[in-house]
């Protein structure tokens, strides 16, 4: 996450990510840890566009639109609260351990939520 609380260049890019092969990091192994996600409405976007690899994790995206696609077998929900809101809702509603946060700036200090 970057200083002003945003992954994505102000023009949306991630592209500063490539020179960092995920293979270096594991990325797999901690796709399989991850049992929920939140997420800003163009990182979903993004998501989509790259492929969608979550399966039916349980997914919030915060934002006000709802007639977003949603990839076959996905567990999507779409929400307009605030950030705190929105997050303190899905994790009472959601039967999952951890939550990392992606996209929009978030309230949380961490990048992970854990109960």
């Known amino acids: 996450m970057t200083l002003d609380g ?4 102000p023009d949306g890019s991630v592209d ?4 960092y092969p ?5 990325f797999d192994t901690w796709v399989e840890r991850v049992g929920g996600l939140v997420m800003g ?12 690899i979550w399966g039916d994790r349980p997914t919030m995206v915060l934002t ?4 977003l696609p949603v990839p076959d077998g996905a567990n999507i929900m779409f929400r307009a609260a605030s950030t705190a809101d ?3 809702a899905f994790s009472l509603e959601t ?3 951890s939550l990392p946060e992606w996209g929009n700036p978030v309230s949380s200090t961490k990048s992970t939520i854990t109960r």
Do not use: C, M
């Open 6 to 9: 945003y992954i994505a260049r």
């Open 16 to 19: 500063y990510l490539e020179k």
């Open 22 to 26: 995920l293979t270096d990091f594991d």
């Open 41 to 52: 409405r163009t990182t979903y976007e993004q998501s989509l566009e790259w492929g969608w």
């Open 64 to 67: 006000g639109k709802h007639n």
């Open 86 to 88: 929105a997050v303190r």
């Open 95 to 97: 039967p999952i351990s």
